[in-house]
């Protein structure tokens, strides 16, 4: 496919967070409204999408990270993070995108395309834009 966009939102001295700048596909949050750490696209982000959104030599520059009490390489950012290192402008988008705060038990937090905070259906599809730590 055609390669994926970036953009840096916080840099620090362990690394850079990226997101990627546009919803990249559309999938459920999880099918049994699990949270973030169980969830089925914390387990495809993690495994399927980074083996293969990535080379091998990209892949050692991703800084593995603890998030909910789990290692994790890929991931999506919370309200908080979405809210404090993007601009709206930052987090319009085609469509709506989620997020991996939980809401309420079975919705998860989500972006509008216009950038505004909202939740959804953690069993509907919205667009996922993956973030992740980047080693410099």
Do not use: H
């Amino acid at each position: 496919g055609k390669p994926i966009q970036w953009i840096v939102l916080k840099e620090s001295k362990l690394g850079s967070v990226v997101i990627s700048k546009d919803g990249l596909f559309e999938m459920p949050f999880d099918s049994q409204n699990r949270d973030w750490s169980d969830s089925d696209i914390r387990a495809y982000l993690n495994g399927k999408f980074f083996q293969q959104a990535f080379r091998a030599e990209e892949r050692k520059r991703i800084i593995n990270t603890i998030i909910d009490g789990k290692k994790t390489d890929i991931f999506l950012l919370s309200k908080e993070e979405a809210e404090n290192w993007m601009t709206e402008n930052e987090r319009c988008c085609a469509g709506k995108w989620f997020l991996r705060s939980q809401y309420v038990s079975d919705c998860a937090r989500a972006v509008y395309g216009g950038g505004g905070v909202t939740y959804s259906e953690m069993r509907n599809s919205c667009y996922i834009r993956p973030a992740f730590i980047l080693d410099l």
